[in-house]
């Protein structure tokens, strides 16, 4: 068993090269569209960007961090997953404030904006420079709608993709915690990586005799304090169940404060 699973690679995921487009579409017609008249204090300028923020970097974060906890990765996607339906609902309310709900699924638009898949991502030789052109070529497919100078057609478009990032999100969750069921949390593997070599240890050791006391493999440690330390012994595999120990020349059980 690997101690660590391969991390990051996050930037070929569809769910966040449509988060990274979902946050420049929010920072582009936040930039349009709001104004002191409609925001004359900034809140909901900052808490759009913000949201829309917070989706693409947890899923950058909780990426980077499935090496070493599988708990902090589902909290932080998670986390990716609120943030983005908080801007939906910004959105949402843009629209109804308008006048207008979101199209319907039968609207031309939303089936456009919604069915429309990202081209595979490719070989990229400079990967931060080959990912970020790959994103903007991506964004660039949804430039009729994002780029709309009614913002009621870059609202419905932005809310759109972030239904279609928070699914995918549903469908990260739902692997890792699959993940999580199958292989357990970092102590778990910690303590399953740690019995493994142990155990190696002993195989490979043909001369590993039978522990005195309950007859399982020893393995040959070094004492670590008392006037023995530094020298090797036999101490039982299955301590600290069992306590058996034997020194290395000897025929019998011996006592041992390794």
Request: some cysteine; glycine content about 8%.
């Amino acid at each position: 068993m690997e101690l660590f699973d391969p991390h990051g690679g996050y930037r070929k995921l569809d769910s966040f090269t449509l988060s990274t487009i979902v946050y420049l579409s929010t920072i582009r017609f936040c930039n349009r569209f709001l104004n002191l008249r409609n925001d004359p204090k900034g809140r909901l300028y900052d808490q759009m960007v913000q949201s829309a923020r917070s989706g693409r970097a947890n899923l950058m974060e909780g990426s980077e961090r499935t090496a070493t906890s599988k708990e902090t990765e589902i909290k932080l996607v998670d986390v990716a997953r609120a943030s983005l339906v908080e801007l939906l609902g910004d959105y949402e309310i843009w629209l109804l404030a308008g006048g207008m709900p979101p199209w319907p699924t039968t609207h031309a638009d939303f089936q456009a904006v919604y069915g429309m898949r990202l081209d595979p991502p490719g070989e990229w030789k400079d990967y931060l420079h080959d990912a970020d052109v790959y994103a903007l070529e991506q964004q660039r497919r949804f430039s009729h709608w994002l780029d709309s100078d009614d913002s009621m057609v870059a609202a419905n478009a932005s809310l759109l993709l972030c239904r279609r990032v928070i699914g995918m999100i549903d469908g990260q969750l739902e692997h890792l915690g699959r993940v999580f069921r199958e292989k357990g949390g970092m102590r778990e593997r910690m303590t399953a990586v740690r019995l493994d070599a142990r155990d190696s240890a002993t195989a490979v050791d043909p001369d590993a005799p039978a522990c005195p006391t309950c007859g399982k493999p020893m393995r040959k440690m070094l004492a670590k304090r008392g006037k023995n330390a530094g020298n090797p012994f036999w101490s039982c595999s299955d301590y600290p169940a069992c306590k058996g120990s034997r020194s290395v020349d000897a025929a019998g059980p011996s006592q041992s404060n390794g």
